[in-house]
């Protein structure tokens, strides 16, 4: 709504969503379609998957864009002005792809 050019993407081999324990993640191929995703949680438990936000965050995806992407196979889609993380060991894996060194240590 503000006019910016705004990527999603992750940077893990795999895309991981909440399964029905932490142990049990749900693990899909980047690049697999959400609805494909939305549909299978759905057949194997859409309470679970409601109850836990799985399913709803899956459907406001789908207004976004078909499928999950992966940094370092669509990087070079930019240039970036900004890039944010929400953990270190991401924020390392596009620095890693950059081929920059972080000093923040």
Not at 22 to 46: A, H, S, W
């Amino acid at each position: 709504k503000a006019g910016l050019d705004v990527a999603s993407y992750g940077t893990g081999q795999h895309v991981k969503l909440l399964g029905p324990s932490i142990r049990e993640p749900n693990v899909y191929d980047f690049g697999t379609p959400y609805k494909q995703m939305f549909d299978n949680l759905c057949r194997k438990d859409v309470k679970l998957y409601s109850r836990n936000g799985i399913l709803p965050m899956l459907k406001r995806n789908l207004g976004v864009k078909l499928a999950p992407q992966r940094w370092q196979d669509n990087a070079a889609d930019g240039p970036f002005d900004v890039v944010i993380t929400f953990e270190e060991k991401h924020f390392d894996l596009v620095l890693e792809d950059l081929h920059i060194e972080t000093v923040f240590s």
